[in-house]
Protein backbone atom coordinates (compact mmCIF):
# COMPACT_ATOMS: atom_id res chain seq x y z
CA UNK A 1 0.00 0.00 0.00
CA UNK A 2 2.74 2.57 0.44
CA UNK A 3 4.12 1.98 -2.63
CA UNK A 4 0.32 3.37 -3.98
CA UNK A 5 0.47 6.37 -1.63
CA UNK A 6 3.58 7.07 -3.31
CA UNK A 7 2.34 7.00 -7.05
CA UNK A 8 -0.84 9.04 -5.65
CA UNK A 9 1.43 11.62 -3.62
CA UNK A 10 3.44 11.93 -7.10
CA UNK A 11 0.53 12.74 -9.11
CA UNK A 12 -1.38 14.30 -6.81
CA UNK A 13 -0.11 17.83 -8.05
CA UNK A 14 -0.76 17.40 -11.36
CA UNK A 15 -4.52 16.02 -10.54
CA UNK A 16 -5.60 18.79 -8.06
CA UNK A 17 -6.21 16.37 -5.69
CA UNK A 18 -6.65 17.04 -1.59
CA UNK A 19 -3.91 16.59 0.42
CA UNK A 20 -4.28 12.88 1.54
CA UNK A 21 -7.00 11.19 -0.40
CA UNK A 22 -8.56 8.27 0.71
CA UNK A 23 -5.96 4.59 -0.13
CA UNK A 24 -7.62 1.70 0.47
CA UNK A 25 -7.34 -1.70 -0.39
CA UNK A 26 -10.41 -3.51 -1.97
CA UNK A 27 -11.93 -5.85 -3.82
CA UNK A 28 -13.16 -5.12 -7.72
CA UNK A 29 -16.72 -5.88 -6.77
CA UNK A 30 -16.66 -3.31 -3.45
CA UNK A 31 -14.77 -0.56 -5.67
CA UNK A 32 -17.57 -1.19 -8.49
CA UNK A 33 -20.26 -0.66 -5.77
CA UNK A 34 -18.42 2.32 -4.35
CA UNK A 35 -18.05 4.28 -7.73
CA UNK A 36 -21.66 3.13 -8.90
CA UNK A 37 -22.97 5.17 -5.47
CA UNK A 38 -20.81 7.98 -4.82
CA UNK A 39 -19.59 10.32 -8.04
CA UNK A 40 -15.57 10.97 -7.90
CA UNK A 41 -13.71 13.38 -10.43
CA UNK A 42 -10.80 11.30 -10.42
CA UNK A 43 -9.89 7.39 -9.94
CA UNK A 44 -6.78 5.85 -10.02
CA UNK A 45 -6.81 1.90 -9.85
CA UNK A 46 -3.94 -0.66 -8.86
CA UNK A 47 -3.82 -4.15 -9.44
CA UNK A 48 -0.46 -6.35 -8.68
CA UNK A 49 0.79 -8.81 -10.97
CA UNK A 50 -0.68 -11.40 -8.75
CA UNK A 51 -4.16 -10.59 -9.11
CA UNK A 52 -3.87 -10.21 -12.46
CA UNK A 53 -2.28 -13.43 -12.79
CA UNK A 54 -4.30 -15.37 -10.94
CA UNK A 55 -7.83 -13.94 -12.43
CA UNK A 56 -6.63 -14.11 -15.87
CA UNK A 57 -4.95 -17.90 -15.50
CA UNK A 58 -7.41 -18.94 -12.89
CA UNK A 59 -10.66 -17.59 -12.51
CA UNK A 60 -13.03 -15.99 -15.26
CA UNK A 61 -15.04 -14.76 -12.78
CA UNK A 62 -12.11 -12.56 -11.28
CA UNK A 63 -11.56 -11.86 -14.96
CA UNK A 64 -15.15 -10.74 -15.67
CA UNK A 65 -14.91 -8.90 -12.37
CA UNK A 66 -12.08 -7.15 -12.91
CA UNK A 67 -13.09 -5.96 -16.43
CA UNK A 68 -16.78 -5.07 -15.20
CA UNK A 69 -15.10 -2.74 -12.24
CA UNK A 70 -12.71 -0.68 -15.56
CA UNK A 71 -16.05 -0.48 -17.18
CA UNK A 72 -17.72 1.12 -13.79
CA UNK A 73 -14.83 3.59 -13.31
CA UNK A 74 -14.76 4.54 -17.48
CA UNK A 75 -18.62 5.08 -16.89
CA UNK A 76 -18.93 6.95 -13.69
CA UNK A 77 -15.95 8.75 -12.70
CA UNK A 78 -16.30 12.56 -13.84
CA UNK A 79 -12.76 13.07 -15.43
CA UNK A 80 -10.07 10.83 -15.46
CA UNK A 81 -9.39 7.35 -14.79
CA UNK A 82 -5.90 5.97 -14.26
CA UNK A 83 -5.17 2.12 -14.49
CA UNK A 84 -1.93 1.05 -13.17
CA UNK A 85 -0.96 -2.87 -13.73
CA UNK A 86 2.12 -3.50 -12.07
CA UNK A 87 2.76 -6.50 -14.16
CA UNK A 88 6.49 -6.75 -13.90
CA UNK A 89 6.57 -7.23 -10.04
CA UNK A 90 9.04 -5.10 -9.94
CA UNK A 91 6.81 -2.26 -7.43
CA UNK A 92 5.57 0.96 -7.94
CA UNK A 93 7.70 4.20 -7.94
CA UNK A 94 11.18 2.62 -7.12
Known amino acids: M ?3 RNVIEHIRPRLNLSRN ?3 ENFSPVDIESYLKRNPVRFCVLVVDEVTLRNAYDYSPERTFALEELIRTAAD ?3 KN ?3 VFDVYNRGLCH
Do not use: F, K, L, Y
Open 76 to 78: NVG
Open 81 to 83: VTC
Open 21 to 23: PPV
Open 2 to 4: QAV
